[in-house]
């Protein structure tokens, strides 16, 4: 079974709508976890880390579900801007991080 | 910027090459990764560095090879090159492994093999 899973999309949504994806982890002992966005031909950024239950940063906000293992990505107001691939990442400690496919945004005007 | 920087930036080569890709980690991190990412693909882990020594190591066979130094920066290796390895190699630079940290990358190297 893969480390992480992900819907790789493409999700389609309108500018403004409010979209979330959802990233399920088979390792229960994963004590942090990662989103990343990657933008075409460039390099993962990282967008947020989550510790405990969820973290929130501006239009987005980052859920962590332990009982189900999972681990959600909620963008609220889309931008154009926003249109990315979105990884994320649920390491052990010390474990390399190891990546899904990713799930693809894409913002419609 | 990360601080972590690669290089060369874009590179060719023909296929039986060998190829060295350079990587510079971030200050303080001592933890390196190296990664394959093929179009349409998410990073595909290859292996990692940890002071000098591999301590992790993803499912590539043996003419993918690596160094780390001692001043954490890093090189991975690949013989007899394919067509197939073709691909963005991504490095990444972490604080120490004891640490649940989070990676940052390079630009990344885009190599082409024909």
């Known amino acids: 079974r893969k480390e992480v899973e992900q819907d790789p999309g493409p999700f389609n949504v309108p500018e403004g709508a409010t979209v979330a994806f959802n990233c399920t982890y088979s390792?229960?002992?994963?004590?942090?976890f990662f989103w990343y966005r990657q933008d075409c031909r460039k390099e993962p950024k990282l967008l947020m880390s989550v510790y405990s239950s969820g973290n929130e940063d501006g239009r987005f906000t980052a859920q962590l579900n332990r009982a189900s293992q999972y681990i959600s990505l909620l963008i609220r107001d889309s931008k154009l801007s926003d249109s990315a691939t979105y990884l994320c990442?649920?390491?052990?400690?010390?474990?390399?991080?190891?990546f899904g496919k990713g799930t693809r945004l894409s913002v419609i005007a | 910027e990360t601080g972590v920087t690669q290089s060369p930036t874009h590179l060719i080569k023909t296929r039986g090459q060998q190829v060295t890709l350079r990587c510079s980690s971030q200050s303080g991190h001592n933890t390196v990764s190296w990664y394959q990412q093929a179009l349409g693909q998410g990073p595909q882990f290859i292996f990692q560095?940890?002071?000098?020594?591999?301590?992790g190591r993803g499912n590539f066979p043996p003419r993918f090879s690596g160094l780390q130094f001692p001043n954490y920066s890093s090189e991975l290796n690949v013989n007899a090159l394919e067509l197939d390895d073709s691909a963005l190699y991504l490095c990444a630079s972490r604080a120490p492994t004891g640490a649940n940290t989070e990676a940052f990358f390079g630009q990344g190297t885009r190599l082409t093999v024909v």
């Open positions: 390792n229960s002992a994963s004590q942090s």
């Open positions: 560095y940890y002071r000098e020594e591999e301590n």
């Open positions: 990442v649920a390491p052990q400690m010390g474990t390399p991080l190891v």
